[in-house]
């Protein structure tokens, strides 16, 4: 089955300090990766994407995303991160021609001043 | 530009009651999807429209049916509600490429009671 894991449930760091939001998948084919921020009672707000090309994907508000296909990875990172990062992260998949994503469970990101 | 656009923000329903959620995507976006989110889970895809025709079906219950109009507005429509489809439910819309992001709406937080 195709499938989209989040490990950590929630992921603890300092401001300034350095960030990562693991995501791990399971897909036949080529992989179409998201992942996207929710702020509490707020929508999904599409943070980036790996289609095809680079394995670093760069996005919004400082954060990137590196794609390694033999780990079937694609960690969420940011060099430093900021109070205002704090919310729920989602790792997501892009799914046949329909274009529906599966989800992972989400992580928890709490950066503490 | 305006983004995906949800009715009502909120609804309370009684149990076996009937509600209709609207969703307007994003001008030019002709693909619209349905999730529903469960207090602390992670978004489920319920169904998906393209050009006015369903293209794709997840978990949704029978009791729920939906349509996409000729303005690609969407409605969801959902009879005999229990207390258990309490949740929040989301609407996105994409364009038709493969490799296009979708972009969610605030989002419907129904409850049922």
């Known amino acids: 089955a195709q499938s989209v894991a989040q490990p950590e449930d929630q992921v603890n760091v300092a401001e300034g300090n350095p960030l990562t939001v693991k995501c791990t998948y399971s897909?036949?084919?080529?992989?179409?990766l998201f992942w996207y921020v929710q702020y509490p009672n707020r929508g999904l707000q599409f943070l980036l994407k790996?289609?095809?090309?680079?394995?670093l994907v760069k996005g919004s508000y400082g954060f990137e995303a590196e794609f390694n296909k033999s780990q079937t990875s694609f960690h969420l990172k940011k060099p430093s991160a900021l109070v205002s990062d704090s919310a729920l992260y989602f790792c997501?998949?892009?799914?046949?021609?329909?274009?529906?994503?599966?989800f992972g469970q989400g992580t928890t990101l709490q950066v503490k001043p | 530009a305006a983004g995906v656009i949800q009715s009502p923000r909120h609804l309370i329903k009684e149990k076996r009651e009937t509600a209709t959620l609207k969703c307007y995507p994003i001008?030019?976006?002709?693909?619209v999807y349905w999730y529903q989110q469960g207090p602390g889970q992670d978004p489920q895809f319920l169904i998906s429209?393209?050009?006015?025709?369903?293209?794709d079906k997840g978990s949704i219950p029978d009791r729920f049916s939906a349509q996409q109009f000729s303005d690609y507005h969407s409605e969801l429509n959902m009879s005999s509600l229990e207390l258990g489809d309490s949740a929040l439910y989301f609407c996105?819309?994409?364009?038709?490429?493969?490799?296009?992001?979708?972009?969610f709406g605030q989002g419907t937080r129904l409850t049922v009671v």
């Open positions: 790996y289609i095809t090309g680079d394995n």
């Open positions: 429209f393209y050009e006015k025709m369903q293209s």
């Open positions: 001008s030019r976006h002709d693909t």
């Open positions: 997501a998949v892009r799914l046949g021609n329909t274009g529906k994503l599966i």
């Open positions: 996105a819309s994409s364009g038709s490429t493969g490799n296009t992001e979708a972009f």
């Open positions: 897909v036949s084919g080529n992989p179409y």
